[in-house]
């Protein structure tokens, strides 16, 4: 009867060291020290781990090239493109570069605002040069109603060259079409390519330094946008008045001057 008490408190006792194969949970909560946790991988794990050669590279992660020194910023305003100045600084109440534009809009957008205020600034110098000037072609009046005097081989001439460059900028900043699916494609400008930057620099003004031509770019940026508002105004003006922008200026000087700005002018004519 002793030994049969001894050998089951023996059995009883190593019991205790034998694996189980669940855990109770309720169990552990008994313990006020923490138990370390020993995890036997599966004949699977070592497997599929052995499996796979140590010799295999691992891919390298996406390196973004500077485009011009600019890298695109996600957690920037406008990817960290430049163009802000005090005192408005980073102002977009339209919301055009808002979070959550993707990067092919924002530098689509950029695109359009320097072209646009490249052909401003133009169009600003053409209104009062073209003006005061006069035309190989007799060309006479506000600019608004110059483009209708053209003769049709000048006008003709004028038109392909817009359409010349603008194929060209297309070329250069543009994905070409997949006629396959038009949606890969369409509005989609080259990862490479820096918003305005279609390599036409004849007199040397880029600057090589990041800094620098983000400097140069801002200025660029505030002289078309301040153009664009300045051709906006002359062409309201002209379409109300039908007078030149000199003849405008010479109009209010004689109103502020007391004269009659209508003195001498003939019925029906605008003077």
């Known amino acids: ?83 802000a100045v005090v005192p408005t600084g980073y102002f977009d109440p339209l919301g055009f570069a808002q979070s959550g534009i993707t990067l092919n809009e924002i530098k689509r957008n950029r ?26 072609f007799g060309i006479t009046g506000p600019a608004n109603d110059q483009l209708q005097q053209m003769p049709a081989i000048p006008f003709v001439m004028l038109s392909s060259t817009i359409a010349a460059v603008e194929i060209r900028r297309a070329s250069i900043g543009w994905k070409e079409p997949d006629f396959g699916d038009w949606s890969k494609t369409l509005w989609k400008l080259r990862d490479n390519y820096y918003p305005g930057d279609v390599g036409f620099d004849p007199l040397g003004l880029k600057p090589t330094n990041a800094k620098d031509f983000a400097n140069m770019q801002t200025k660029e940026l505030q002289n078309g946008r301040l153009a664009m508002i300045g051709w906006a105004g002359m062409c309201s003006q002209e379409l109300v008045n039908h007078r030149t922008i000199m003849g405008t200026i010479e109009f209010y000087q004689k109103v502020f001057a007391g004269v009659n700005p209508y003195e001498g002018c003939g019925d029906g004519v605008i003077c």
């Open 1 to 83: 009867m002793m030994k049969f008490a001894i050998f089951s408190a023996t059995i009883g006792a190593t019991a205790a060291f034998a694996p189980t194969s669940s855990y109770s949970a309720t169990k552990s909560t008994l313990y006020s020290t923490p138990t370390e946790e020993v995890t036997i991988p599966s004949v699977t794990e070592e497997s599929s781990t052995s499996d796979i050669p140590a010799d295999i590279p691992q891919p390298a992660s996406a390196v973004i090239k500077p485009i011009n020194g600019w890298v695109p910023d996600e957690s920037l305003p406008c990817y960290g493109l430049p163009g």
């Open 111 to 136: 695109e359009a605002e320097v072209m646009h205020g490249r052909v401003a600034m133009i169009a600003c110098l053409g209104y009062i040069v073209g003006e005061q000037f006069p035309s190989p």
